[in-house]
């Protein structure tokens, strides 16, 4: 189970930008693919979680997303998504896709805590200037 995130560039303040994190060794769609997520990392700060889907489509987001972000699978491409709108400067930063391998019952249980998630790509890199 491998990723590769891609999508990440410079914009300006209130710009758009479509992350992809193309998976590798399984489908985003398979029964154990079932709790996904996208994080973000700055420097000198924790990564933290910006949004996680599970099952079902169902998804959740972090309070600072505020309605801007939108995760999704794209399951002809067997990615995992993130659609970012009207960006501000503080959300910069390395944003990586990751997975939750725990026992299905247990799968996004943990809130948007980032620790239960694995098998992390590189990461892309966005930057948003005023």
């Known amino acids: 189970v491998t990723f590769v995130e891609t999508g990440g560039e410079s914009v300006q303040v209130g710009g758009s930008l479509k992350l992809s994190c193309v998976a590798s060794?399984?489908?985003?769609?398979?029964?154990?693919?079932?709790?996904m997520g996208w994080f973000r990392q700055s420097p000198g700060k924790e990564r933290e979680t910006v949004a996680i889907?599970?099952?079902?489509?169902?998804?959740k987001y972090a309070d600072f997303v505020n309605g801007r972000f939108t995760i999704s699978k794209d399951n002809v491409r067997n990615t995992l998504t993130l659609q970012m709108d009207s960006l501000k400067p503080e959300d910069s930063g390395m944003y990586y896709c990751?997975?939750?391998?725990?026992?299905?019952?247990?799968?996004?249980?943990?809130?948007?805590?980032?620790?239960?998630?694995?098998?992390w790509g590189r990461g892309t890199q966005v930057t948003v200037s005023s």
């Open positions: 990751a997975i939750d391998l725990r026992p299905e019952e247990f799968r996004c249980s943990s809130g948007l805590a980032t620790t239960p998630f694995s098998n």
């Open positions: 060794g399984f489908r985003v769609t398979a029964t154990y693919a079932s709790c």
């Open positions: 889907i599970r099952s079902g489509g169902r998804t």
